[in-house]
């Protein structure tokens, strides 16, 4: 479906982060570490094995050791820890986190909607680590759109839940944050689990192409109540 997205429609809105407002580099960074340590990376296949080792695990309460487990498993790393693959991993993404730029437009939108008070948040499976990057340590993004300014302290991550997307825990309580009910709210997304996961706290979504989740963009438009493929084409009065 992709009715005509009237943003004036919405009091409110929560975000992805993650291949949504920036670029996804988590399956450059899972590449670089296992290339580092005598494995091939499977550039084109990367993202939907970690996706799928996630979404199997998604209730564990040891996300990170089962996931690292399973990729020195997957890619014959041996005599490295879980625990240390994923230090080795963060140090990576870090740097390139310390590189990234907003998708182009997105500093437009998110600038538009705070010069007018309309209430906002970061709904995202992201680590704190990369929020405190993002915010302290991105000159790119922080010209821009500085995420301190835009979004203050509404940014629901990943330790702010219990259960991961596509569970609807962290969109309902980024909804209860703006204050509104979810029939007001409009979340962005640009996955399949991201967009389940909204419609089932009761949002409306609109999808926001990626290119990591190109061949899955015709299943994530139809689950979406409208599609851009870029920021650049909201109309914005």
């Not at 005509?4 to 975000?15: A, H, R, S, T, V």
């Not at 089962?66 to 820890?81: A, D």
Request: aromatic share 10%.
């Amino acid at each position: 479906m992709n009715k005509k997205l009237q943003i004036e429609n919405y009091k409110g809105f929560l975000f992805d982060l993650d291949g949504t407002l920036i670029p996804q580099i988590w399956p450059e960074a899972y590449c670089v570490y296992i290339k580092n340590h005598g494995g091939k990376p499977r550039r084109d296949k990367i993202n939907h094995e970690i996706e799928e080792i996630l979404v199997r695990n998604f209730s564990c309460p040891d996300i990170n050791n089962t996931l690292y487990k399973e990729i020195n498993s997957l890619y014959g790393i041996r005599g490295i820890h879980p625990s240390m693959s994923y230090k080795i991993v963060l140090d990576i993404a870090k740097d390139m986190w310390r590189g990234l730029s907003y998708k182009p437009g997105a500093p437009r939108f998110l600038n538009y909607l705070r010069e007018r008070d309309i209430p906002m948040a970061i709904v995202t499976q992201s680590i704190p680590e990369e929020i405190e990057v993002l915010r302290d340590d991105n000159e790119n993004i922080c010209i821009v759109a500085d995420i301190g300014y835009i979004f203050g302290s509404r940014i629901i991550d990943k330790n702010s839940v219990t259960k991961r997307k596509p569970d609807p825990e962290g969109f309902l309580k980024g909804t209860r944050l703006l204050g509104l009910t979810p029939a007001d709210v409009l979340a962005f997304e640009d996955t399949p689990i991201g967009v389940r996961a909204a419609k089932a706290a009761g949002l409306s979504v609109c999808a926001v192409y990626d290119i990591e989740s190109a061949d899955k963009w015709e299943e994530i438009k139809s689950l979406a109540d409208y599609h851009i493929m870029s920021w650049e084409e909201l109309q914005l009065n």
